[in-house]
């Protein structure tokens, strides 16, 4: 729990890279995705044991 | 889009979702998704709390996840090649849990609620008259234990509280399976050891003083003056690692902080 709201604070600073530091090799940390659609899922839990590629997007 | 629509039809079946992931607000989403004809999955990260977990600054970002809940690629999206997800497919359940229903159902309902005892069950059921009983306990099955072998990691690196609380949760749905003694094992190993118990301690305080809000700058101060007070003594060990990462991340977030 603890490396879980340390991982969620420190990741508050945005350094020029999409992404940093690299997060390849850690484990997905827990989500919470609310409103899906396009699935019939209702929870992120039911992508279980799926190969999942997260897509961070904005409508602009 | 198109890249990331042809991904997932070309290898949907195989075990890869594509999930759209947005902390923006839903009515211009929907427009934008509809305009860009997105056909994959996607879903609201409220107050981009997941976004800021994983160190996202810009968009678009990407994170390829492996069935087993590694991260194994991230960059822009459109620099994601089939052959990477070819390489990482292997292992994925062909049917999500979302279509499981019937006596898949079952299955999922007990895996849901963290029983993986019964869900194992019900999976053995399954597998004498449908193929699938047998790959959705071969899942099951390696999630578990993955999910031990994370555990008994994290006692290993010293983080005492999380694998102990981590492996109490577990355990409440592991009636008559061996990881069970596994796990309790572990538990027993934690109680009888002194040096283990007291860093539980410590690391129990740090997780409440973690717990209050951080509103205002004062509120920060506050908590770093708490942190090194519970820092002292313990410098070189994992628990001060622990402390020092909160002391950095409080003292970020102060600087965003207007009074």
């Known amino acids: 729990m603890i490396a879980q709201i340390l991982l969620a604070s420190a990741g508050a600073f945005a350094l020029p890279s999409n ?18 659609a396009q699935t019939e899922a209702t929870s992120y839990e039911e992508f279980t044991g799926r190969l999942v590629l997260l897509e961070f997007f904005a409508h602009w | 889009m198109p ?20 902390s923006e607000p839903s009515g211009p989403t929907e427009k934008w998704i509809a305009k860009k004809k997105a056909a994959y999955a996607y879903g609201y990260d409220k ?14 970002a990407s994170f390829l996840v492996d069935p087993s809940g590694t991260i194994v690629w ?12 070819k390489e990482h497919i292997k292992g994925a359940i062909s049917k999500p849990l979302y ?50 072998a994370d555990l008994q990691a994290v006692l290993e690196v010293g983080d005492i509280l999380a694998a102990s609380d981590g492996a109490k949760v577990l355990l409440k749905g592991l009636k008559g399976l061996p990881e069970a003694d596994t ?24 997780a409440k003083i973690l717990e209050e809000d951080l509103r205002r700058r004062k509120d920060c101060d506050e908590r770093v003056v708490a942190l090194e007070k519970l820092l002292k003594g313990h410098r070189g060990t994992y628990f001060a690692s622990q402390i020092e990462a909160a002391i950095d991340a409080t003292r970020v977030a102060r600087t965003k902080m207007e009074y």
């Open chain 2, 183 to 206: 796990l309790k094992a572990m538990l027993k190993v934690i109680s009888k050891d002194k040096e283990m118990k007291a860093t539980m301690k410590l690391q129990k305080r740090l």
């Open chain 2, 47 to 60: 107050g981009g709390k997941l976004k800021r977990a994983l160190g996202v600054g810009g968009i678009p």
């Open chain 2, 74 to 85: 991230q960059g822009h999206p459109n620099s994601l090649s089939s052959n990477l997800i």
């Open chain 2, 3 to 22: 890249h990331l629509n042809k991904l997932d039809e070309e290898f949907s079946e195989q075990g890869l979702s594509v999930i759209g992931v947005t």
């Open chain 1, 19 to 36: 992404i940093t530091p690299s997060k390849v090799g850690d484990k997905l940390p827990t989500v919470v995705l609310e409103g899906l």
């Open chain 2, 99 to 148: 279509e499981w229903s019937g006596k898949a159902g079952k299955i999922k309902k007990n895996f849901l609620k963290g029983d993986f005892a019964k869900a194992l069950d019900e999976a053995q059921k399954l597998a004498k008259n449908d193929p699938f009983g047998e790959e959705a306990g071969e899942l099951l099955q390696g999630i578990l234990t993955s999910r031990v």
